[in-house]
C-alpha cells in the first residue's frame, strides 16, 4: 500500500477523524482554504444518530455489555465502500452498516458480513481502502490490527455473501514501516503538506505513551514522499482532538441528513443474526 495514485484533480473528500463521542472533519488537501481543521468537534450521534441505538455483542443501547456502550463513542475503525456507496462502523465484535444511497442500515457481528481469520474478529485497530495503482493493492480492503493485516477485495458488504478477507501479513509486508514499538490507531488516505499526492496513511503512537494526553502523542505516516511523519497538529495547526480511534475519507454530500431524524425511529434497520 506504498505506492499511491496521484490525484492531480480534488476529489471533494475530506479526512473524517473519530475521537470518543466526537468526530472532527480536517481539510488536508486544501479545498476551502488553509489545509486545517474543517468541522469542529462534533458529536457522533448527531450525524448518526442511529448509531446510538446498537451496540457491540448484539444488543440495544445499553444491552450490549449492560453499561450503554453504543457504536456513537469509541469505534474501532471505519471504512467506505465506494461501489456500494456503503459507511462501515467497526466496534468490538460487530459492525453497523450504512447505505448512505437510501439511508437504511444493518447491524451484526463482523463475522456476519466478513469472511476473516479469527484474530480480525473482535478489536481491530483499522479499515483502509487501497488506492494504488499496483493491481495486487488497488480496491483491495485492509483490516489492521497488532501489526498485522488481513485483506481480500473491497466488495459490497452483505450478509447473503461475505466479504472474504482471507490473504494475512504484517503491516510492514504490505509497505508500511511500522515497527514493533508502533501502536496503529487508525488507517486512511491523508495529504502530505504542499502535495497533490495520495499517501497510505496511519495514526500510530509508540507503545510506551500508553497514556494519550494530547494530539502530539499521534504521528502520521508518510510513504514515499518528502514529508517527514509528523503529529497531527503539526500539519494542521487548530487540530487538538483525542484519542484518535478511526478514520475515513468521506465526500460529505455523500452523507445523509439525519440531524432531524427522530432517534427512537427503527424503520430501515435490517438485523442479522447475532447481530446488535
Given amino acids: 500500500m506504498a505506492t499511491t495514485d496521484s490525484a492531480s484533480t480534488n476529489d471533494q473528500t475530506l479526512l473524517y477523524l473519530f475521537c470518543g463521542e466526537k468526530y472532527v472533519v480536517v481539510d488536508d488537501y486544501g479545498i476551502n482554504g488553509p489545509r486545517d481543521v474543517f468541522q469542529r468537534p462534533t458529536p457522533i450521534a448527531r450525524t448518526w444518530p442511529r448509531l446510538a441505538d ?12 449492560g453499561e450503554g456502550n453504543t457504536f456513537a463513542t469509541g469505534v474501532d475503525a471505519v471504512y467506505y465502500e465506494e461501489k456500494s456507496s456503503k459507511l462501515v462502523f467497526f466496534k468490538g465484535d460487530s459492525c453497523a452498516i450504512q447505505n448512505c444511497n437510501d439511508n437504511t442500515w444493518e447491524f451484526g457481528l463482523i463475522t456476519d458480513y466478513y469472511d476473516v481469520p479469527p484474530l480480525f474478529a473482535q478489536d481491530i485497530d483499522g479499515a483502509v481502502v ?27 458488504p452483505g450478509q447473503g455473501s461475505k466479504v472474504s478477507l482471507l490473504t494475512t501479513g504484517t503491516e510492514t509486508q504490505a509497505g508500511w514501516p511500522v515497527s514493533g514499538a508502533d ?9 502530505p503538506p504542499d502535495s497533490q499526492t495520495w499517501e497510505s496513511t496511519l495514526f500510530v503512537t509508540q507503545k510506551q505513551n500508553a497514556q494519550i494526553s494530547s494530539a502530539s502523542d499521534y504521528k502520521v505516516m508518510f510513504y514515499q514522499s518528502t514529508s517527514k511523519d509528523a503529529a497531527p497538529n503539526q500539519l494542521w495547526p487548530s487540530y487538538a482532538s483525542y484519542p484518535i480511534d ?9 452523507i445523509p441528513d439525519e440531524s432531524g431524524a427522530d432517534p427512537d425511529h427503527k424503520h430501515g434497520h435490517h438485523h442479522g443474526h447475532g447481530g446488535c
Wanted: no cysteine; aromatic share 8%; hydrophobic share 35%.
Fill in 183 to 191: 501502536i496503529t490507531a487508525a488507517a486512511a488516505y491523508v495529504y
Fill in 54 to 65: 446498537y451496540a457491540p455483542g448484539g444488543g440495544a443501547a445499553g444491552e450490549g455489555d
Fill in 246 to 254: 478511526a478514520a475515513t475519507r468521506l465526500n460529505p454530500a455523500t
Fill in 130 to 156: 487501497g488506492r494504488s495503482r499496483d493491481p495486487n493493492v488497488a480496491t483491495q480492503l485492509f483490516l489492521l490490527k497488532n501489526g498485522q493485516y488481513a485483506s481480500g477485495q473491497s466488495v459490497e
